[in-house]
């Protein structure tokens, strides 16, 4: 088991490494990045507490014996919750920080929350349920709740940057926390169709976190460099307009 729990960690860690590597915008405090690493370690303990008192306990000891209509409301429900638990306490603390403020920093911030969610979720399953199990994990949801929660998480970000993004937020909060019941349910339907709609969901949020995360780049580098060309049309010394775009102030030499 300590091989997969620690293959598991190496890959936690390769994301965040990817992730804050490939950065392209301010340098993001260090301080702020455990605080996400704790909110998700709250969020894993939160959900946890929540699943067991809302929810049946047959559900978990064997859904596949329950009625089809009530497993997918179940799992639906469990999916709800727990990117509830994950999502909500964070943005509720940070939205409003000084740091928060570029489209990158909702695809970190919330992926490392999310990431410490699942990696703690699959260290107790492979603990909990042999090796077997972990290694199914390993093998499809390593990156699971730091895709599902990175991508609401960039949404996020943008409608503080631009309020136009409210609508896309509200359908994102919304379709996450589906496809994520919808995955719960295929992986326990002992059904190889749903299992392999399990498998290509998740494939698809992996996938989703990384296009989010470069387009989240480009646009915050598109940003950097409006701001600049923009400081640039005035001298900030004299405050006369640099009608050339040159590299120095014609009226008093400032460099620019």
Known sequence: ?????????????????????????????PSSLWTAFGFGIAALILAGLLETQLFPKSFWVAPQLEPIGLRFLFFMGVGILEEAAKFVPLALFIYSRPYFREHTDGVIYFAICGLTFGLGENILYTLSFGSKVGIERLVITPFLHAATTGIIGYYLASRKIDRKYTAKFIVAAALIPFMHGVYDFGVYSGQDFLLLLSLLITLLLTLGLFLYFMQANDLDKAAIARAAAQTSRFCPRCGRPNMGQKKFCEFCGQPL
């Open 1 to 29: 088991m300590i091989p997969i729990i620690l293959a598991f960690i190496a890959i936690g860690s390769g994301l965040v490494w990817y992730l804050l590597h490939h950065d392209h915008g301010r340098r993001l405090p």
